[in-house]
């Protein structure tokens, strides 16, 4: 079954430092998403991306978070100058673009921990 | 703001039993999802649930919704052990946009 693919799996910055976050999904989807779970609570959605433009964003998606895709394959989150209540486990997710109903396929995340 | 909400947030129950999780949303929803975390993984799709009455139904697990109650339900039937695991409901309001978690349910079953 294919999958959404995150890299690295784990990551440790120091604060002050940029980081970026790698998504490959699944090949015939259209909309992508980043989440964080801060370690022991809810899942929270940071962006969603569709046709290489944000189409919605919450507050935590302030001026130190940015996404692309680059290449046409990989998704990246990028976080500028990273704090240290940015750490988390970052989840990419992807889902088609002609079944509404489809639910979200999510990676198996990137562990952020910031110093 | 949309709002979910789990309960119980904990549960710790025994094998060969039952029991149900709930999850309450604010407002008016498109969509309900439930997803299942183990520890340290990622989030696994359980069940999509579109429309109002809709059940559905994959081994132990039987989840259902009531739109005008905006209310769905977890049910868990005979428990066995490989079933622990914290259990996230998720509403999508808008259609394709974001999904609003749950606070999860923590679940582990007792020998």
């Known amino acids: 079954e294919p999958e959404v693919t995150q890299t690295p799996s784990h990551q440790v910055t120091q604060m002050g430092q940029e980081v970026i976050l790698r998504c490959v999904p699944i090949?015939?989807?259209?909309?992508f998403y980043w989440y964080r779970q801060i370690l022991g609570q809810k899942v929270e959605f940071l962006v969603s991306?569709?046709?290489?433009?944000?189409?919605?964003k919450s507050e935590i998606f302030d001026d130190q978070f940015s996404v692309e895709r680059p290449d046409g394959s990989n998704f990246t989150l990028k976080i500028r100058s990273t704090k240290l209540e940015d750490s988390a486990m970052y989840f990419c997710?992807?889902?088609?673009?002609?079944?509404?109903?489809?639910?979200?396929?999510f990676g198996n995340g990137t562990r952020l921990t910031v110093t | 703001e949309l709002k979910v909400e789990q309960n119980p947030l904990f549960l710790s129950m025994q094998e060969g039993k039952n029991y149900t999780i709930y999850c309450n949303y604010s407002?008016?929803?498109?969509?309900l999802y439930w997803y299942r975390q183990d520890p340290g993984k990622s989030l696994e799709s359980l069940f999509v649930l579109l429309s109002n009455g809709a059940v559905k139904q994959e081994g132990r697990l039987m989840a259902s919704l009531d739109t005008k109650a905006r209310l769905s339900t977890l049910h868990i039937t005979a428990a066995v052990h490989d079933l622990s695991a914290t259990y996230f409901c998720?509403?999508?309001?808008?259609?394709?946009?974001?999904?609003?978690f749950g606070t999860g349910t923590r679940l582990t079953i007792i020998p």
């Open positions: 998720a509403v999508d309001r808008s259609g394709n946009e974001k999904l609003t």
């Open positions: 090949s015939n989807h259209l909309y």
């Open positions: 997710a992807t889902r088609t673009g002609g079944a509404w109903n489809s639910p979200l396929h």
């Open positions: 991306f569709y046709n290489n433009e944000i189409s919605e």
């Open positions: 407002t008016t929803s498109d969509r």
